[in-house]
C-alpha cells in the first residue's frame, strides 16, 4: 500500500531550444536591395537561400525578400536610365540641329 504522501518525480518540461540563428546573407540582401545597390541583394539572397537550405539557418523569408526587390528596383534603375539616356540624347541633338 503505497503512502499518501509517496515520491512523484517532476513532470517532464521540454528541453528548451534556442532557435537557430538568421543568415547574415539573408539580412546583407534586403539592406543591399533597399539602400545601396540592388543586384546585390539579388545576389546575396540567393546565396542565402543556397546556404539556408543547407544549414537549416532562419531568414528564408529575408532573402525572398532580397531578391524579389532586388528585381523590382534594379528594373526601375534601368527603366530611369533608358529613359534619362533617351532625354540627354534629345537634348543634344536638338542643340546641335538648331545651329
Request: hydrophobic fraction near 45%; proline fraction near 10%.
Amino acid at each position: 500500500m503505497p503512502y499518501p504522501y509517496q515520491y512523484q518525480p517532476y513532470p517532464q518540461y521540454p528541453q528548451y531550444r534556442p532557435a537557430p540563428p538568421v543568415n547574415t546573407y539573408a539580412i546583407l540582401a534586403v539592406i543591399l536591395a533597399f539602400v545601396a545597390f540592388p543586384p546585390l541583394g539579388i545576389y546575396f539572397g540567393r546565396k542565402a537561400r543556397e546556404q539556408i537550405e543547407q544549414t537549416g539557418e532562419r531568414g528564408i523569408e529575408l532573402a525572398k525578400v532580397g531578391i524579389v526587390a532586388g528585381w523590382i528596383l534594379s528594373s526601375f534603375y534601368g527603366l530611369f536610365l533608358i529613359v534619362w539616356c533617351g532625354f540627354a540624347g534629345s537634348l543634344v541633338f536638338s542643340g546641335l540641329s538648331g545651329s
